[in-house]
């Protein structure tokens, strides 16, 4: 495609006013909005708000009066309609992480007589890492990993308690057909937990009218939250009676004022609470959510799939050493693209020196995010430009480029 | 006292200077840093430093660039020299309520054999809450509480795993001697957790000094780190090779980036961690902590004591029905002082119609604050003026202080 036809394309592209609403660096093309998403330049004025008139002015009436203490549901609801969920089931809290080893051991708890705890092999390292520390306290449970290739019925029993799945492979991108496996593991008897983290901001999703029971998921991937900023949990509504979790802390009391000195969880999506927020990066987090509010998830769909398309097949026509790791079907590929190369963490480090920031996934694989708020179909031929010189020039040899980084 | 010698005490202050580095509100009177301290004005650089050059400009690449991925230890480091606790056994992460989950799962884990969790029955019941969702997965542990009035060796004997104790009660500002009680809890071969969540910036630590196991805290209230703003944990260096801990996140791992299928703790204090931190609000906090770097605790010991003894004194000559709750000896008080009165509640809601903010918890007691950062003795000589106004003119019957708040 030359420069002039992806021009035309961003002259047509619907989205394209979006990326005004952000702030991009001069000279960056920036692809790896599936690790941190750029910057809404409304985050300035909330951050400005929240510190100089809400902390510094109101002091702790703050708490009542700018709506912190609510800000968990207020910011769950809001997101709620980017995740196809109904008010009252989603609240934003604490991390990814800590939200999965909640609802991981709700769902057990909800589940008494079965044992195993279903997750996939390739699954991002972290959620095995809570599967495994939930494990160390309770051994009489078991994790049974869905292996490369496998389908979810080879692993379904009367013994699993509950499939922990990734709507988005955090490296091939795949994206899963959620409808589907949700109602196979329901159908087994099992509860399902969607980690949303690839899959939020990227890929329209409708939770309710899947029937999902549990999910979690991140806010400073596609849906620009800023840095670590906080995650989410969705419980539906119809499961909050069965439902317990064990970070029983006092923002998920039913009277939290009142200072009982036992705990009783809020009938609602508030249990899933546990102590005091961050009010800073919730205020941050929620300029980026009211941005959403306006868009429309299946125009974000429709030029993440052609701007993918369009990456895809200038890579293939461009940099014949490199090769698609990602679903070539982009119906089942989440937003981003992973392309392979034994020498793909030096290849990266080279594009980052050329303005183009992708990211790099040990052992092998270079992952390019298509974020459509704020990306320009030229944006994408020009990255793949910079790719092609990077290759056919061997820029990547440079000793500059080889050394690895600890974050990427 | 009079207005006049107040401000004499004010103009000998060496603490003076201080209260120029923070943002007071015209017209306010601020006792309510126990819970949320006021801001300090650095925090605005360092906010927009964190937004504009940092999230918009550098993206991804900040997590190495700008240090945020050491940021929990970064900070945790400045914090344990306000602590008493050498580098590279405190981390700054998650919540008060979230690190206790942590630290006392940790605790009973490295203490087999022995089952009961020693809490305060008058505990902040967060601390109650949180080890009641412990037992819930773990029936076979026990709490049991040390009641008022009670002494530690009471309830120590061989089957205690761990005592959790509140280094200043959230109430009546009662401090306890911890050098002599965590001897005590270690003899008994039990570890000592404490939550310092109200001593913290306000009462010289040293846990290093006193051979503390563990202890977690917030940073929002004298501490000055923001609404919300990330808590910490300490583990004593000479544990961690025996500790581990439930909440196993990819921040806590050995090598996060290798992204290995199964977990292997960091050696270090980092074990504490979980997943990826809220940075903006971290950024806010190492405003604060950089602040308090400069600072001798033991001349914000005895400010906070001469503040609060003048508050006593000046309450005890002008509102004779307001009593006392807090110890009267200020060697064994924190930094707040506690008053009762039936009517608390408008008392209080009276006080802040006069710009005099304090708080209350029900069902009967006001809490003041000596912030002795950003606190004058004239302040505290207005403060009680404007109690004995609201009391002499009974201010408090008026029906607008009467409702009660949700949050205070």
Redesign the interface.
């Known amino acids: 495609m030359t420069e002039r036809q992806a021009v035309a394309l961003d002259r047509d592209d619907p989205l394209a006013p979006m990326r005004e609403r952000f702030?991009i660096?001069e000279g960056?093309i920036?692809l790896?909005g599936h690790?941190?998403g750029?910057?809404p330049k409304a985050?300035?004025d909330n951050?400005a708000t929240a510190?100089?008139t809400?902390?510094?002015?109101h002091?702790?009436?703050?708490?009542?009066r700018d709506g912190?203490?609510h800000l968990p549901e207020t910011l769950g609801d809001v997101l709620g309609r980017v995740i196809g969920a109904a008010p009252g089931q989603t609240v934003v809290t604490?991390?990814?992480?800590?939200n999965l080893?909640k609802v991981l051991?709700a769902a057990v708890d909800a589940n008494p007589g079965r044992s195993v705890i279903v997750a996939e092999?390739g699954s991002f390292?972290?959620d095995?890492?809570?599967t495994?520390?939930?494990l160390?306290?309770?051994p009489d449970l078991e994790l049974r990993l869905l292996g490369e290739g496998q389908s979810i019925d080879d692993v379904l029993d009367n013994d699993v308690a509950v499939a922990l799945l990734n709507a988005v492979d955090y490296r091939t991108g795949a994206l899963m057909d959620m409808a589907a496996v949700t109602a196979k593991v329901q159908q087994s008897g099992a509860l399902v937990v969607w980690d949303l983290c690839h899959a939020g901001g990227a890929v329209p999703l409708s939770l309710d009218g899947w029937n999902v029971d549990l999910a979690v998921g991140?806010t400073?991937k596609y849906l620009n939250g800023?840095?670590?900023?906080?995650?989410f949990v969705y419980a539906a509504v119809r499961l909050h009676q069965r439902l317990?979790?064990?970070?029983?802390?006092?923002?998920?009391?039913a009277e939290p004022?009142?200072?009982?000195?036992?705990?009783r969880a809020d009938n609602g999506i508030r249990k899933f609470l546990?102590?005091?927020?961050?009010?800073?990066?919730?205020r941050?987090l929620q300029a980026s959510l009211d941005l959403f509010a306006g868009v429309d998830m299946a125009a974000v769909r429709a030029k993440s799939m052609a701007l993918a398309e369009l990456f895809i097949a200038e890579v293939e026509r461009r940099c014949p050493d490199l090769s698609v790791l990602s679903p070539r079907d982009p119906a089942t590929r989440g937003s981003h693209v992973a392309l392979v190369h034994p020498e793909g963490f030096a290849i990266s480090q080279a594009l980052?020196g050329r303005g183009v920031?992708g990211?790099f996934?040990?052992p092998d694989v270079m992952r390019f995010g298509m974020a459509p708020l704020y990306l320009r179909y030229a944006d994408v031929v020009a990255a793949v430009e910079a790719l092609a010189q990077v290759m056919d020039n061997e820029e990547w040899r440079d000793p500059r480029f080889q050394a690895p980084?600890?974050?990427?």
């Open positions: 702030h660096p960056v920036y790896d690790s941190l750029a910057m985050v300035r951050m510190v100089d809400e902390w510094a002015e002091l702790i009436t703050a708490w009542r912190w203490w604490d991390t990814t992480s800590i080893h051991w092999a390292p972290a095995l890492y809570i495994q520390g939930l160390a306290g309770q991140c400073y800023g840095p670590g900023a906080p995650a317990r979790q064990p970070l029983s802390g006092w923002w998920a009391h004022f009142a200072f009982e000195p036992g705990f546990c102590g005091t927020q961050p009010v800073l990066s919730m941050a980052i920031i990211d996934r040990a980084a600890e974050v990427t």
